[in-house]
C-alpha cells in the first residue's frame, strides 16, 4: 500500500537528496517549507548551502511536470507541493507557527482521505523534530524520523576483536610473523588481540593485512611515538599505529573527552608535517553549533571569531609545543600557527576548497550531517590523509542523534575498506575526575 509522506524542512536540510529516498510513495512538500527554506537560502552556512541545493533541486523537477499538480519521480513516486489548508487544529496549536501549518496540511489530508479508516493509504509526518512528532502524535497522526541514514549504535564498528587461539598459534604467530584467518571474518585494518585458550597468560596483539592477503600481521615492536607523546594504553597504540600509516587516506576516532583521540591525532599530524614533512600542512576543523549569534556576527578576524570553538585545539596544541620546548609551549603554539604550516578552521570554510598534500583533521564529528561529512570528505585532494574524530553522545545539534550523525554514519559505511582504519576509545585518560565524572555523570 503506498504512503503519503509530508516532508519537514529539516529533512530536507538534513539530506537534500532525501527526495528520492521514498521509493513509489507520494510525497508532499508544504509551503510553509518552501518559506523557510527561501528564509535559509541567504545565510552563509552549511544551512543557507544546503537549502539553496534543495530548492534548486525542486526547480529542476519543474521539468517534469506542475508541481502544484503533483510529478512522477524516477523511482515511481510523486512529488507535489502543497498550499495552506484551511485551519482545522485544536485552538491549543497556534497557525501562525510554520510548524503547525504543516502539521494542519497532514491533519486534513489524513482526514480527507480517510486516514484514520482500514485499509486507506496512511499519511505520515516525516521530521528530525522531537517536540513536532509529539504534536502530530497528539493529534492522531503518525509521525517518524527520516531513519534512512540511521546506524545502530551498539553494533557500530569498533576497529578491533578479541580471537582464542592455542599457545602454540600465538608462538607461531611471534616467529612466522603472521597468523592465516578465514575470509570474511574481520575486516582490513581491524586490530586482533589474541588471547590462549589453555588457561595461560600468552597472548599477543596483531593487526589484518589490508593488502587483500588473509592473514594477521603483529605490531611494531617499537611503541610509536609521537612529538613526545606515547600511548598509554592499546587503543591509543592502535589508534597512533593506524595515524602513522601513510597508506591509510581515513582514520576514524570515536571516544568520550578525555580518551586522547585529539590529543594523539594532533602530535602525528604535527610529527608527519613539521618533523618529517611527509604532508604540505596540517589543516584542522571543526563542526561550529554556535550558541546564540551566529560565527559571522562576532568581531574580529577569522581566527579571533574561532578561537571561542578552537580552545581544546589550542589546549592540546599548546600542550605539545610545551613537551617539545618546556616553558615555551603557548609561544611556541602561536609560533607554529603563524608558521603557515598549520591552519585552524571551521567546516563552513571547507566548503569549495581542494585538498591535496594535507594532513587533515574534522574534530566534533558528530555535529555533522552525513551530506556534510560527504562534503568534507570530497574537499580531501591527491595525497592527503582525513582522521575524523568525535563522539556521538555530545551532539550539541537538535536535528542529530548517537544513530543519525555523520560520524557514525561515515564509520559504518568506511568499515571494510582497505584505506580506512577505526578505533573506539572505551575510557578517558584525562584524570581520575575525569574518569569519574564520564561514568557518573
Not at 496540511?105 to 479508516?117: M, V
Not at 540511521?150 to 592455542?166: F, H, I, P, Q, R
Not at 611515538?225 to 601513510?246: C, Y
Request: aromatic share 6%.
Amino acid at each position: 500500500m503506498k504512503k503519503t509522506f509530508i516532508l519537514d524542512t529539516n529533512v530536507l536540510l538534513h539530506d537534500v537528496n532525501c527526495l528520492h529516498a521514498f521509493e513509489d510513495n507520494a510525497i508532499i512538500i508544504p509551503m510553509a517549507v518552501i518559506e523557510e527554506l527561501d528564509n535559509f537560502k541567504s545565510e552563509g552556512d552549511t544551512r543557507g548551502k544546503n537549502a539553496r541545493m534543495v530548492s534548486r533541486a525542486l526547480d529542476e523537477m519543474r521539468k517534469l511536470g506542475h508541481l502544484n499538480e503533483g510529478v512522477t519521480l524516477g523511482g515511481g513516486g510523486t512529488l507535489k507541493i502543497e498550499l495552506d489548508k484551511p485551519n482545522i487544529l485544536p485552538q491549543s496549536l497556534s497557525f501562525n507557527k510554520a510548524d503547525n501549518s504543516i502539521l494542519n496540511i497532514a491533519y486534513t489530508l489524513a482526514k480527507k482521505e480517510g486516514a484514520y479508516k482500514k485499509d486507506h493509504a496512511p499519511v505520515i509526518v516525516v521530521t528530525k523534530d522531537i517536540n513536532k512528532r509529539l504534536k502530530a502524535e497528539a493529534l492522531g497522526l503518525d509521525a517518524q524520523d527520516y531513519t534512512t541514514d540511521k546506524v545502530n549504535v551498539d553494533e557500530l564498528y569498533t576497529g578491533m576483536a578479541e580471537m582464542e587461539v592455542s599457545s602454540e598459534q600465538i608462538d607461531e604467530f611471534y616467529r612466522h610473523k603472521k597468523l592465516p584467518i578465514q575470509d570474511g571474518l574481520y575486516f582490513p585494518n581491524e586490530f586482533i588481540i589474541l588471547k590462549a585458550n589453555d588457561g595461560s597468560k600468552k597472548s599477543a596483539m596483531g593487526r589484518v593485512a589490508n593488502n587483500g592477503e588473509l592473514c594477521i600481521r603483529p605490531l611494531s615492536s617499537q611503541e610509536p611515538v609521537a612529538w613526545g607523546i606515547k600511548p598509554l594504553n592499546k587503543e591509543q597504540r592502535f589508534a597512533m599505529e593506524l595515524l602513522l600509516d601513510d597508506s591509510l587516506d581515513i582514520v576514524t576516532l570515536v571516544g568520550t573527552a578525555g580518551t586522547g583521540k585529539t590529543l594523539i591525532t594532533l602530535a602525528t599530524g604535527l610529527q608527519r608535517t613539521m618533523d618529517e614533512n611527509a604532508y604540505r600542512r596540517l589543516v584542522v576543523c571543526r563542526s561550529i553549533v554556535p550558541v546564540g549569534k551566529d560565527l559571522g556576527f562576532l568581531p574580529g578576524t577569522k581566527e579571533e571569531k574561532l578561537e571561542a570553538w578552537m580552545g581544546a585545539i589550542y589546549d592540546n596544541l599548546a600542550f605539545l609545543a610545551d613537551r617539545k620546548n618546556p616553558d615555551e609551549g603557548e609561544e611556541k603554539a602561536h609560533y607554529l600557527l603563524d608558521s603557515g604550516k598549520i591552519e585552524i578552521a571551521s567546516v563552513t570554510h571547507m566548503r569549495g576548497r581542494s585538498l591535496p598534500g594535507q594532513y587533515m583533521i574534522v574534530d566534533d564529528a558528530q555535529n555533522l550531517t552525513p551530506h556534510e561529512m560527504n562534503t568534507i570528505l570530497t574537499r580531501a585532494g591527491e595525497g592527503t590523509k582525513v582522521v575524523v574524530t568525535g563522539d556521538p553522545y555530545q551532539i550539541d545539534t537538535p536535528y542529530l542523534d548517537v544513530e543519525s550523525n555523520g560520524l557514525t554514519y561515515l564509520v559504518d559505511r568506511m568499515k571494510g575498506q582497505k584505506s580506512h582504519g577505526h578505533i573506539t576509545f572505551p575510557k578517558t585518560e584525562r584524570s581520575r575526575l575525569a574518569d569519574l565524572a564520564s561514568k557518573l555523570l
